[in-house]
């Protein structure tokens, strides 16, 4: 990887090695599926939209980052 | 168990495979409230229609590797997407592009910048606080691109992360991977290859690197940028290239 950036890579990988996020895809109704993390017992961070329609990626509502409520225990 | 919050169906913020997608509620108080909560953010109202898409393109670039969570990034697999909507959705005719980002991931940031260059609808930048490293190929992909008067654009040499090899290749690759942030930057604005060279390689400008620094008007004159200015002149800007292109 080659990273071009002003802030030092020793800076950028602070906590590399403690960092080992969780990720699970989950699949809707619909068929949209979405890579999410555990945030807590009922709420997951939506991570990535996994879809090959355009317009997923515009809804408000999935934008990653958002903390939804989740039925799943992952 | 599951408590009630959980069961009912219509939750906007439930992700549940068994029922419909968050957001189909009407309930938009509520829905509201959540975001304020969870994102810090209010919701627009849903009403208010506008023709312009706004993309914020904030801290490290984030390609290839996942950055630890300390690390505020903006990463290319939401980005390259959302352009593709962008340029498919007819109700978008203009994409203005906020820039504040440190660089980062090289491959990521010339994904971006070669995804919007190609773009039929018009699209304007603008540098907030900062756009540097890989933000320079960003910001001067899009049509036309602005400058705030104290904002800040940092080029020099690219770095290698991990074990060098000491071999002449090293330096032949990574010259191969520098050329080609060079030869993006000059065929997008008006610097010439030989002065964003020298820029990217003056000594005694940066403490612990080899590069320039340039400020507001100083990218403007180093014709790496259009335009100094701020929010209003952009939208102006995009509004007359969008309305330019309707009448061709």
Redesign the interface.
């Known amino acids: 990887m080659i990273n071009y950036s002003i802030f030092q890579s020793e800076f950028i990988f602070k906590d590399w090695d403690d960092f080992n996020p969780s990720y699970k895809v989950v699949e809707m109704q619909n068929g949209l599926k979405l890579e999410v993390e555990q945030v807590n017992e009922e709420s997951v961070r939506i991570v990535r939209i996994i879809s090959t329609n355009p317009g997923d990626y515009l809804r408000d509502d999935i934008t990653p980052g958002s903390i939804v409520k989740s039925r799943l225990q992952l | 168990m ?2 009630q ?3 009912n169906p219509t ?13 189909n509620d009407p309930d938009l108080q509520r ?1 509201s409230l959540n975001s304020l909560k ?2 810090g953010q209010n ?1 627009l109202a849903s009403s208010v229609e506008n023709d312009i ?1 706004t993309l914020t393109i904030v801290g ?1 670039i984030e ?9 505020k990034t903006t ?1 290319y ?2 980005i390259i ?2 352009l ?6 007819p109700k978008i005719k203009g994409l203005l592009i906020l820039l504040n980002t ?6 990521a ?1 010339l994904a971006i910048s070669e995804m919007i260059s190609s773009m039929s609808k018009p699209t304007v930048s603008i540098v907030l606080g ?1 756009g ?3 933000g320079v190929p960003i910001a001067v992909s899009t049509t036309h691109s602005l400058i705030v008067p104290t904002a800040s654009m ?1 080029i ?1 040499p ?5 074990d060098i090899i000491g071999v002449p290749q090293t330096f032949e690759y990574l010259d191969k ?1 520098q050329d080609r ?1 060079i030869s993006f930057v000059t065929q997008h604005a008006k610097i010439t290859e030989e002065h964003f060279r020298e820029l990217m390689f003056k000594t005694g400008t940066l403490v612990r ?1 080899v590069g320039s620094v340039l400020i507001g008007k100083e990218a403007v004159d180093n014709y790496l940028i259009d335009e100094v200015a701020g929010l209003n002149p952009a939208l102006k800007r995009l509004r007359y290239l969008i309305d330019e292109g309707a009448a061709d």
């Open positions: 599951k408590n919050e959980e069961n939750n906007p913020n439930t992700v549940n495979p068994q029922s419909p997608m968050p957001g829905s969870q994102m919701n898409h490290q390609g290839h590797i996942v950055l630890p969570p300390k690390n990463k697999e939401h997407p959302q593709i909507a962008v340029e498919e959705n440190v660089g980062g991931d090289i491959e940031g900062g540097h490293s890989i940092t020099h690219i770095r290698l992360t991990g991977m942030v690197d």
